[in-house]
């Protein structure tokens, strides 16, 4: 209710229902990492890395470790789209630190492939692949978009909205 809020203008209802929301441990980190990336889109840099941090405690706290590199999968990327492309590998290091779980592996392809890394991109989202023949949602949506990002990077926007095609349905 507090994103509705949030996406209404309304600042009394958005304040009020974060206030509640907070009280939980799992809503208080999502608004956390909900709030960073509000700061990097409107470009405060700085802010958006002490929120994403401090999601990343949150996170740990709970035991969530997959959550925690998620997070910090989540700064890279705002970061590499943005054009902030230099501390990327710090933060997939310190992700992969703390989980390579399957999810974390292929969040980490589209990082690299937003950062331009097409060819660790590319190992990653292939190794999921193979590893997960039966994932749909894996083989028809997640590998295809780290796809679609790397024909984009190639200046092959046709075949970027080729690879996505088959997502449709979902």
């Known amino acids: 209710l507090a ?3 949030l996406a209404q203008g309304d600042r009394a209802a958005q304040a009020r229902e974060e206030a509640e929301a907070r009280k939980s441990p799992t809503e208080n ?3 956390t990492v909900r709030d960073a990336q509000l700061a990097m889109g409107r470009g405060q840099v700085r802010q958006a890395g002490q929120l994403f941090e401090q999601a990343v405690q949150l996170a740990l706290q709970q035991k969530m470790p997959e959550r925690a ?3 910090l999968m989540t700064e890279a990327g705002d ?3 943005l ?3 230099s ?3 710090q933060y997939l290091e310190r992700a992969f630190a703390i989980s390579r779980s399957p999810d974390v592996l292929l969040q980490a392809a589209g990082v690299y492939a937003w950062a331009g890394d097409d060819k660790r991109a590319e190992t990653l989202a292939s190794e999921q692949a193979k590893r997960r023949p039966e994932d749909t949602w894996l083989q028809t949506v997640e590998v295809p978009m780290v796809r679609a990002v790397l024909e984009v990077n190639r200046g092959n926007g046709a075949k970027a909205v080729e690879l996505l095609q088959p997502a449709l349905p979902y």
Do not use: D, E, K, P
């Open 79 to 81: 970061g590499a789209l």
């Open 87 to 89: 501390q990327t590998g």
């Open 3 to 5: 994103n509705i809020a």
């Open 83 to 85: 054009g902030l492309r």
């Open 29 to 31: 980190l999502s608004l």
């Open 69 to 71: 590199a998620s997070v």
